[in-house]
């Protein structure tokens, strides 16, 4: 029985801008399972918000535009589907949570009013009802005294009160899936363990199926049942979480386990990756990776990399496995 909610293939998603072309998501393909976390994991850079928002049509346009590949919800094609179908699934059947919540919210409305909007336009309840179900997705995420913060203005949260807030919101017409764009980067530790326990919670209670997205592959690491490793708009591995932190093959997924502290291998300083992200508007022939890679053969700068299945639902996009 085929369990896949979400079916992205061969996406590609171009920004066209006076310096050039920058192609932000190249080809990629990879399926979300019901009750699924799939990570997304790569630098800052590599494609990862450019694929999120390109699976609910939010790419700004102009400059940027999808250009091809087909974003599959259930077999419907969502890059087909009209404006009006579009809205229907929006924050309703797939709803999204943005990296900065701050930005996201509306100062000049309450919580609980901006918490409800979603459930009256897609559950069709009047006002009272809306709050009260609000109300409820406050409790949910641990916000203390919400019926009275429920009367309060953005600026009267933390930025960890605020991320419930927008996981609240997100939560109101119970999505079968939920984008999660980098929830934690701005929150201090504590609050992002809290912030992680609700994301684990949320898999458990409901079997909702999770796109996780982040740059820290430590972050993963307990709410992951699949990774894929993104880098310059393409996917340089991907496999279950065992896997990944078990049997990393790509020099790139080595490089960003180099850059995370192991008090245990008596490692005390972080080995960084070398060099930088190429531009995508002119990126490097053959693999993408291959100026910052110790590994690189002359092949690897004539022919892109094909992906190569290791094991299971692992492969790896890179020449030496070739």
């Known amino acids: 029985m085929n369990n896949t909610v ?26 979300l399972r019901k009750g699924e976390s799939l990570c997304l994991v790569g630098e800052s850079g590599c494609g990862k918000t450019a694929t ?8 700004d346009s ?18 087909r589907c009209s404006s009006e179908r579009l809205r229907q699934i929006r924050g309703n059947r797939i709803a999204m949570i943005f990296q900065d919540p701050q930005t996201s919210l509306n100062p000049v409305f309450t919580i609980g009013d901006q918490v409800a909007e979603q459930i009256k336009l897609h559950l069709r309840l009047k006002h009272k009802p809306a709050m009260e179900r609000a109300l409820y997705l406050m409790e949910q995420v641990g916000i ?10 953005p600026h009267q949260f933390s930025g960890g009160m605020k991320q419930r807030v927008m996981i609240a919101a997100a939560l109101s017409c119970e999505p079968e899936i939920l984008i999660a764009d980098e929830p934690t980067t701005a929150l201090d530790t504590t609050i992002k363990a809290q912030i992680l326990d609700i994301f684990r919670d949320l898999k458990q209670e409901r079997n909702m199926s999770i796109l996780f997205i982040t740059h820290d592959l430590g972050t993963v690491a307990g709410i992951a049942d699949r990774i894929i490793v993104m880098y310059g708009g393409r996917v340089a591995e991907a496999g279950t979480a065992l896997d990944i932190f078990d049997q990393p093959k790509h020099p790139y997924t080595h490089g960003l386990f180099n850059c995370l502290p192991n008090i245990s291998a008596g490692r005390n300083r972080l080995t960084p990756i070398p060099g930088m992200i190429p531009s995508l508007i002119d990126p490097p022939e053959g693999c993408i990776f291959n100026p910052r890679c110790e590994h690189r053969m002359p092949i690897c700068s004539e022919e892109r990399p094909k992906e190569v299945v290791l094991s299971g639902e692992h492969f790896v996009a890179c020449h030496l496995y070739s």
């Open 52 to 59: 999120a928002l390109s699976i609910l049509r939010l790419i």
């Open 144 to 153: 203390p005294q919400a019926r009275e913060r429920m009367k309060d203005y």
């Open 6 to 31: 979400l079916e992205v293939k061969h996406l590609k998603t171009y920004f066209f801008t006076r310096s050039g072309v920058v192609k932000a998501v190249d080809g990629i393909s990879f399926g």
């Open 62 to 79: 102009p400059p940027g535009r999808i250009i091809g590949g087909e974003i599959l919800y259930h077999g419907e094609d969502l890059l």
